[in-house]
């Protein structure tokens, strides 16, 4: 997943595995939400700042949801993958820094959203499949958004910088821990309803933000 998204071809793990499992899962609504109204243009000339505050608003509560329940979950004595060094909160936090958005208002402004539970394995790779996959097309759409709107990691493009050059390291290590989930077909079918679940929420949310506009107003830089 971009945020735009981005379903990245299949690991050379055969047609078997979990991978290919929870892409053909989620293909449906993964396309749909690439085709959303505050995703479909970032890698565009034309994209707004107004747009994009509006979706680094949407993404941090999003986040802000989601991450204390992974962090919780990975704390835990059957993990087995540690989320806090991937933990991508901080990074929409310095993005909003930057254009003068009150993160804290945020929170106040809107009632809690309805995260999916992480109560086993499955349910924890589920929801990192959705979160892990967002950071895949970052570095193109950094670029992009340098290239149209002036941003840069250090200046309101720090999600989209994402890991880096390490970014496709982090995916393939991702795969390797949830391909160990491959041959338990309960955990799988948790994994394929979590990841479900979270596109669910992500589309949802920016529904509903794209609907409402910017709850923070457009002040700020840009």
Not at 34 to 48: A, C, E, K
Not at 142 to 153: E, I, N, S
Request: charged content about 20%; hydrophobic content about 45%; proline content about 5%.
């Amino acid at each position: 997943m971009e945020i735009t998204l981005t379903n990245p071809p299949p690991a050379a793990t055969g047609q078997g595995s979990l991978r290919a499992l929870l892409r053909n899962a989620t293909q449906a609504q993964h396309e749909r939400l690439n085709r959303h109204t505050l995703l479909t243009g970032l890698l565009q000339p034309g994209y707004s700042l107004a747009d994009y505050r509006l979706l680094l608003q949407t993404l941090y509560r999003l986040y802000s949801a989601l991450e204390p329940r992974l962090a919780e979950f990975a704390a835990g004595p059957v993990a087995g993958f540690d989320y806090a060094a991937r933990a991508k909160l901080a990074w929409l936090q310095a993005d909003l820094d930057y254009f003068g958005i009150d993160a804290a208002a945020l929170e106040s402004s809107a009632p809690p959203l309805a995260v999916p539970a992480i109560a086993t394995l499955g349910d924890y790779v589920g929801v990192l499949y959705v979160v892990e996959g967002s950071t895949l097309g970052g570095q193109l759409i950094g670029k992009r958004l340098q290239q149209y709107l002036g941003l840069t990691p250090n200046g309101g493009a720090r999600f989209y910088c994402g890991y880096g050059e390490a970014s496709a390291v982090r995916w393939r290590d991702y795969l390797a821990f949830a391909e160990a989930l491959a041959a338990d077909a309960e955990q799988s079918k948790a994994a394929e309803m979590a990841a479900n679940r979270t596109f669910a929420l992500f589309e949802a949310e920016l529904d509903r933000a794209a609907m409402r506009g910017s709850p923070a107003g457009n002040g700020g830089n840009g």
